[in-house]
Every structure is written in structure tokens, then in C-alpha cells.
């Protein structure tokens, strides 16, 4: 019997790659496509696979059409803004994200984003380290504890659980806000309240964002709710660039009606190195890899492989994405 064929498309390093085949079961016929090709190149490669596993979660159309056999796109990112998942129902192919495989790691950099801005731990590392001057023209004003503060999360995901998670070793006072209801046992164990969008943005101390990019959080910060925010607070981005208006946090950030942001992700990526966030004091910018960790590869290996297993056993996926428009 001929083994199930998948195809890991990506544009990823190679050495990560590499970790992928690596793991794959020896029961599986896995090939590594180069995520540049074109669609053409794409198509002649998988035109006879089983999965396509994607990284980052980008697959044309064009080429999952000329697929006949495909029975699962699977991502090992939780972001799926790439993919047209309109087409793709239309097709009858599920599409599947990684199950929460990166979610500790996207947690704890939105915490450390959190720490090194109220404490400008890179401003002082580079002053200490490079510039070689002990404290320079630093003082203890301007530098802020998060431990008792109060954190909005805005998406109470499988991130956005973890972050309130993590958010209760500081004894923050944690809300929350989703289009989704939570039932209270968990809210309870998560020790998280929620309450409208406005009230969290007016309230909290932190803002912190865990939302999927869709037509309905483009710009779903902007300069309405920026202007609801405290003039000490903090934003923190570790889900997509154009949930936030770039311009208005600049103009918001720029003119003090907001303190500071911690931003993982732009509205362009790679961002232009004359982009002004990145000369900002109150801002520190991450490249996007706050999901990136090599305990995360092996997390989202296994379950993807186990994924499009269950699939070809005739069983339904796990973690299906389903639009929320």
C-alpha cells in the first residue's frame, strides 16, 4: 500500500525544515516544497498529495484546486490570514492551525514585552552593555512594576488563556474581552472578569492583544481606541500588525495620550528600517517571533502529523478554523 503523501510548503530556514522532516512518521512519504516557487511549481510538486502542511499559512488557491486528493491544509501557525478560507470551504478542504502549540511561547514574550517596556530593560541593557555607563542619565522615574496592575487581554484564546495564566504569578487584576462567551468555571480559574471593549481599554493599565487578523480586528485599534486608553498605559501586540492602526499608535505614542508599546508584529514585515516606532524611546519592536522557539517545532510537528493522521483514518480534524465573519 502506498504511503500518504504531504508536502511541508514553506519559506522558513531550511535548518527548520530540516526538524520537520525530521519528525515525520516513517508511515508518511513527506517532501519539503519551497514556499517562493511559483504557483506553477507548487502545483506540478503536490498536485498528488494527501496534506499540506503550511509554514508560514500561505497557500494559494490556484494550487489547492489542482490538488484532488488534498484532504487537509494544516498550518503550524495559529494565524490563517493568508489562506482564503472562503475558497477553500468552497473546495471542501478543512483547514486546521497548530492547536495551541505555540501559545506558551507567544504567552511569555507578551509578558516580557510587558517587562521590558515598563521597565525599559532594553534602554538600559544598551546603555550598560554598549554605551559602557553605569546608570547613565537613568533614575527610577519612568520605570514601572506590572506585578498589581491592571491587564485588559483582548482575545481569550488559547494565548490569551495562557497569558492569564501566567498574568497571576504578578496578582494583576485581569479582564477580558471576546466575541465569545467563557463559562464562569473558567473565568474563575483563570481569575478574569470580562467586560465590554471600552471598558477594558479605559481601564486597564496594559492592553494586550490575541486576536486573529479577519475584516472584523483590521484596525480594530485605531485612534478612537486609543484615545479611550489611559495616558499611562501600555500596549502590547503579539498577534497580527493591522489589528493596529500604525499610523494612529505612532500619533497616540508621539503626543503621550498612550505611554508605550511592545509590538512583535508591524503592519508591514519586514517593517521599512525608516519605519519611526523603531526610534522611539517608548516603543520595543520583536521581528515577529514571539511563537518561534524550538520546543514550539516539535509541538506543532506532532500535531500536525497527528492531525492529517486522524484525517486519513476518516476521522475530523482538530482545531478547524471557522471564520467568525
Known amino acids: 500500500m502506498a504511503k500518504p503523501k504531504i508536502a511541508i510548503v514553506s519559506t522558513h530556514p531550511q535548518e527548520q525544515i530540516d526538524v520537520l522532516l525530521s519528525l515525520a512518521p516513517p508511515d508518511m512519504d513527506v517532501t519539503s516544497v519551497d514556499g517562493r516557487l511559483s504557483e506553477e511549481d507548487k502545483i506540478a510538486i503536490c498536485k498528488d498529495v494527501d496534506a499540506v502542511i503550511l509554514l508560514p499559512a500561505d497557500l494559494p488557491v490556484k494550487v489547492a484546486r489542482a490538488c484532488p486528493r488534498l484532504k487537509l491544509i494544516q498550518t503550524l501557525s495559529a494565524g490563517y490570514d493568508r489562506l482564503d478560507l472562503k475558497a477553500m470551504g468552497e473546495l ?3 483547514v486546521a492551525n497548530n492547536g495551541g502549540a505555540n501559545a506558551i511561547p507567544v504567552a511569555e514574550h507578551a509578558i516580557g514585552l510587558m517587562l521590558m517596556v515598563s521597565k525599559k530593560l532594553p534602554q538600559l541593557w544598551y546603555t550598560t552593555s554598549k554605551e559602557r555607563k553605569w546608570r547613565g542619565s537613568f533614575s527610577a522615574i519612568g520605570l514601572h512594576d506590572i506585578t498589581g496592575k491592571s491587564v485588559g ?3 481569550l484564546g488559547r494565548i490569551g488563556k495562557q497569558v492569564a495564566r501566567l498574568l497571576k504569578g504578578f496578582d494583576c487584576k485581569v479582564v477580558y474581552h471576546d466575541i465569545l462567551s467563557f463559562p464562569q468555571k473558567l473565568e474563575k480559574e483563570l481569575a478574569v472578569t470580562r467586560v465590554p471593549f471600552e471598558e477594558l481599554l479605559r481601564t486597564s493599565d496594559i492592553v494586550t ?3 486573529p487578523l479577519t ?8 485612534n478612537s481606541e486609543l484615545g479611550m486608553m489611559k495616558p499611562s498605559a501600555i500596549i502590547i501586540n503579539t498577534c497580527r500588525g493591522p489589528v493596529v492602526d ?5 500619533d497616540s505614542l508621539k503626543a503621550g495620550r498612550i505611554a508605550a508599546a511592545g509590538l512583535d508584529v508591524l503592519e508591514q514585515e519586514p517593517t521599512p528600517v525608516n519605519n519611526p516606532l523603531l526610534d522611539m524611546d517608548n516603543v520595543v519592536v520583536t521581528p515577529h517571533m514571539a511563537g518561534s522557539t524550538e520546543e514550539t517545532i516539535y509541538r506543532s510537528a506532532a500535531f500536525a502529523f497527528e492531525n492529517i493522521r486522524r484525517v486519513l483514518a476518516g476521522g475530523t480534524p482538530e482545531s478547524i478554523i471557522t471564520p467568525y465573519y
Not at 475584516?215 to 485605531?222: S, V
Not at 500604525?246 to 505612532?250: D, F, G, R, V
Open 92 to 94: 471542501g478542504i478543512p
Open 153 to 155: 487581554i483582548v482575545g
Open 209 to 211: 492583544l490575541h486576536v
Open 215 to 222: 475584516p472584523l480586528t483590521r484596525h480594530m485599534i485605531g
Open 246 to 250: 500604525e499610523k494612529a499608535l505612532y
